[in-house]
């Protein structure tokens, strides 16, 4: 099956820095997600990107889908106490969503 | 809001036990997917329905069966556990044609000694 590849796999982050992570698919995606799941939580979607060279912000969030819809990314600026979490990238293939493995944030104060 | 309710939040089984999870959702989603969670994997897809008493296998449904009887309830089986099927299973839901967001359930820990 189509795999979603996700680096790095932790990230280990110093209040108010800013990080990226990256989203990369073997496939063209129609459309991809990101989730965030807080320590002992459930993922919780943050957004949906489905056309080619998107960027979306949320806030300090800003997402962008790749312009051969293969790859996505996140980027944190001022990270903050409230970033800490894992962020799921999750793209479509053929009707299905597959996640990556997630890129593990912690911040330091 | 949406609520997606797992029946169990943690579970303890001997090897060979027959499992139901169950899943419940309130917002009459036509979408029900069963995902595992393991450390390192992500999330990885067991199987999924688009309708009642309909299914599709996802990438990983070798050791599990689903069932779907009803529009809002989204059963997982394990018809004889394993130690290697000790995880976190993730119940969602989604509405509509297509992969759309997802609404997640809690979470079912099941550890198989």
């Known amino acids: 099956g189509q795999q979603v590849m996700q680096i790095p796999q932790y990230q280990h982050v110093q209040e108010g820095e800013d990080f990226t992570t990256y989203c990369n698919s073997s496939t063209t995606l129609s459309n991809i997600q990101w989730y965030k799941q807080r320590p002992g939580g459930h993922p919780v979607f943050l957004i949906q990107?489905?056309?080619?060279?998107e960027v979306k912000k949320q806030k300090r969030l800003t997402f962008q889908f790749g312009e051969a819809k293969k790859n996505s990314s996140l980027h944190i600026t001022a990270t903050q106490t409230t970033d800490v979490g894992t962020y799921f990238c999750a793209g479509t293939y053929d009707y299905k969503l597959s996640f990556g493995a997630g890129t593990t944030v912690t911040v330091r104060a | 809001d949406v609520k997606v309710t797992q029946s169990s939040r943690y579970l303890v089984k001997r090897t060979g036990e027959k499992v139901f999870l169950e899943c419940v959702q309130d917002m009459d989603h036509e979408n029900m997917f069963w995902y595992r969670q393991d450390p390192g994997l992500g999330l990885r897809l067991i199987y999924f329905?688009?309708?009642?008493?309909?299914?599709e296998k996802g990438d990983i449904p070798e050791g599990y069966s689903v069932s779907r009887e009803k529009k809002e309830r989204f059963s997982l089986i394990l018809e004889s556990a394993s130690t290697n099927q000790t995880s976190m299973y993730l119940c969602?839901?989604?509405f509509g044609a297509g992969t759309g967001e997802l609404f997640f359930g809690e979470g079912s820990r099941l550890t198989v000694l």
């Open positions: 990107l489905v056309k080619s060279g």
């Open positions: 329905s688009y309708d009642v008493k309909m299914k």
């Open positions: 969602a839901s989604s």
